[in-house]
């Protein structure tokens, strides 16, 4: 009896590890291996525990994410359990990215491991557990093959627990690769084709990209925007093709530069969230935006950056009354520049965009190089108009027997120059329509910047097809070369308000370098007009060249000087805006209005000295106990970028009031000495 004892145990011993096993062992597939694996390897009534599903895919080859993007198939799971054994949901782990152009899928490529929740009923009788499961998985590189296979597994159950070792390091990678789940929500919504949130109190962390779990929400391969500003993160992504609606609640998974994933959830804005936070303020329909857009870019012809380079133009127009041909022709050239050139602008915005450069309208003269390109070029026509230079651009040279040829292209650079001119300023309804234009697929938002460019090229193309308002225009004549020579002064001045912007970016040293390189541009715009009278050696022109070099070459070494704004802020009524300060004066509840200002856009600047910074508007401030807060945005500033972007703006100027208890105010582009008092005066009557 002692012997059949001992050989029964070992008998048992030998076949325990077949019976109850911890891993179901490798299935092989097609470019695929998996099994299935469970936590512990003898489990108790009552416990819980984790079982993985671990592939193995083939070099180059994926499976995919519960939203698995714009195709593929989320891997899934069904289990065969005893009655009472229950299982969670697929815990899925941060998800990755796969290209393929023009489609974006999500997915896992490498090692994966997907965990998987089991609850053994505290009434459990049997002594052991039979788990089995069918899973289906799409595994994909350029070919997709779809897969199925069934998992058995058998765990004994016993009244003591034993933890698996060999599985431990497995489900502990299948923990850490899953996002971390914070305590924190976000809201979330849908307006101008696009989805916008906002969420409050994420870690201090980069975040690169997010993923969104509901699918045919989102435009999966169109840009994302990722903002912070005052410590609330702002996410937009255009919607899906196939979008019909988005649930009350769904997750998004934020990436950070190291990979690791956060999972929020986000919940539909309620109305009254959704009118006083600006990540979801409502976009007008397409049409209204490209209305918009076509009478901000009709008044932009008003915007007194605009009015010297229009002179051109309006001189041009001028010396053809005889020729209606002529007049159209020089119409449709011009307007060919403005359209081209907002188009070419907005292809450079969107492409800065899309990199993750942090960049808005008017983003060009940020730079004090082509700033001091822009004041030589202004300078260089003033010359042209005044006699001391032909620079052949049809502009001056009316009755000398000039080629239409001549007369379209000189048309078209005039277009060119005056949307290079105009571009920083923003005229009414256009900060709505540029909101708009970005957040949109690029031939929907290039459809808003050529509906800008038209509207701006509208006045001439009326001349010009309009044959009663045409001959409301003088007679050519004497008066013209006058004129001509009149139209200098407003260049000069343009130079003289480029040259100052230069020095308030870079300082007073580097104006004195960019004053000595209009002297040398005066001397080469002298040289050519000299060897255009003779035409007898090459180095008159020669020497003119090199001295534009130098000009060019000279400006391109300053520093840019951060110390000017920051001075001249201690002495006035207002103090410089940053992210920290505004939360600290709405955590205290104090009245704030933001300025959001740069030296080169002269509507700014008109709006200061006309609204801002009068006697009145000074008491007013005083008054109500309101805190000034002035953003500089004339060189590149990503804080204050993200504040534009933040109530859909993508220039400035932007004035926003805050007052305690209401929500956010954003006032006029264009502000009237009254406008300030009486905001301030509704406002606290609420």
Not at 116 to 130: F, G, I, K, Q, R
Not at 491 to 508: E, T
Request: overall charge negative.
């Amino acid at each position: 009896m002692r012997f059949l004892t001992v050989l029964w145990c070992l008998v048992l011993l030998g076949v325990s590890p077949g019976l109850f096993a911890h891993t179901t062992g490798w299935q092989p597939a097609q470019h695929l291996r998996a099994e299935l694996v469970s936590e512990y390897q003898t489990v108790k009534p009552g416990q819980t525990l984790q079982l993985a599903l671990h592939f193995i895919p083939d070099e180059h080859w994926h499976t995919y994410w519960i939203n698995p993007g714009d195709s593929g198939l989320p891997t899934s799971i069904d289990w065969q359990l005893p009655a009472g054994v229950t299982t969670g949901p697929i815990q899925w782990p941060t998800p990755q990215q796969f290209s393929i152009p023009p489609l974006m899928n999500y997915g896992f490529g490498g090692p994966t491991v997907l965990l998987s929740e089991l609850t053994v009923p505290a009434d459990y009788a049997a002594t052991e557990l039979n788990i089995a499961a069918n899973v289906d998985w799409l595994v994909c590189e350029e070919i997709c093959i779809p897969t199925s296979a069934s998992f058995e597994l058998t765990l004994a159950v016993a009244a003591q627990a034993i933890v698996s070792e060999t599985a431990v390091d497995l489900i502990n990678l299948g923990k850490v690769s899953q996002p971390n789940v914070l305590a924190v929500s976000g809201q979330y919504d849908i307006a101008g084709g696009s989805l916008s949130a906002a969420i409050s109190g994420l870690p201090d962390i980069d975040f690169q990209h997010f993923f969104v779990r509901a699918t045919e929400v989102v435009d999966h391969a169109a840009p994302q925007q990722l903002l912070v500003s005052e410590g609330e993160w702002i996410l937009r992504q255009p919607l899906n093709t196939y979008f019909t609606g988005a649930p009350e609640q769904f997750e998004v998974v934020l990436v950070s530069a190291s990979g690791q994933g956060y999972s929020v959830q986000l919940q539909v804005a309620s109305d009254g969230a959704a009118s006083s936070s600006p990540a979801t303020k409502t976009v007008p329909t397409l049409w209204l935006v490209l209305l918009m857009a076509a009478a901000g870019g009709f008044i932009l012809n008003l915007m007194p950056c605009v009015f010297p380079v229009l002179s051109l133009k309006a001189l041009s127009i001028a010396g053809n009354t005889g020729s209606q041909q002529q007049q159209r022709s020089d119409a449709l050239f011009y307007s060919l520049g403005v359209v081209l050139s907002f188009v070419a602008l907005a292809l450079v915005l969107l492409a800065l965009r899309s990199a993750g450069s942090a960049v808005g309208w008017g983003f060009q003269l940020q730079s004090p190089w082509l700033v001091a390109a822009l004041a030589y070029l202004l300078f260089a026509l003033g010359l042209s108009l005044s006699g001391l230079v032909q620079f052949g651009l049809g502009l001056m040279n009316t009755g000398s027997g000039l080629t239409q040829q001549k007369g379209g292209k000189g048309s078209f650079f005039t277009g060119v120059l005056a949307v290079i001119v105009a571009s920083p300023c923003t005229a009414p309804f256009m900060g709505g329509a540029l909101g708009y234009a970005v957040t949109q697929p690029p031939l929907l938002a290039l459809l808003v910047f050529v509906a800008l460019g038209l509207g701006m090229a509208l006045p001439f193309l009326l001349l010009a097809y309009m044959p009663r308002l045409a001959k409301a225009l003088p007679k050519p004549g004497a008066w013209m070369e006058t004129l001509k020579q009149l139209l200098a002064y407003p260049l000069y001045l343009s130079a003289v308000w480029l040259a100052w912007v230069f020095g308030r970016q870079v300082g007073i040293d580097a104006l004195a370098i960019l004053l000595c390189g209009a002297v040398a541009i005066a001397a080469a715009c002298w040289l050519w007009g000299r060897w255009q009278m003779r035409r007898q050696s090459l180095a008159e022109p020669i020497f003119a060249v090199l001295l534009v070099v130098l000009a060019l070459y000279v400006v391109s070494f300053p520093a840019p000087n951060t110390s000017t704004n920051t001075a001249d802020a201690a002495q006035q009524h207002w103090s410089a805006w940053s992210p920290q300060r505004l939360a600290e004066l709405k955590a205290a509840n104090k009245p704030v209005l933001v300025n959001m200002t740069a030296d080169w856009c002269i509507t700014c600047l008109v709006n200061e000295q006309v609204a801002l910074n009068t006697e009145s508007s000074k008491a007013a401030l005083a008054l109500y106990d309101v805190t000034y807060l002035k953003g500089d945005w004339t060189l590149k500033d990503a804080d204050i970028t993200a504040y534009l972007h933040q109530y859909q703006r993508e220039g400035v100027p932007l004035y926003v009031l805050y007052w305690p208890g209401q929500p956010a105010e954003v006032l006029p582009q264009i502000l009237t000495p009254d406008t300030l008092r009486q905001t301030l005066e509704r406002l606290s009557r609420q």
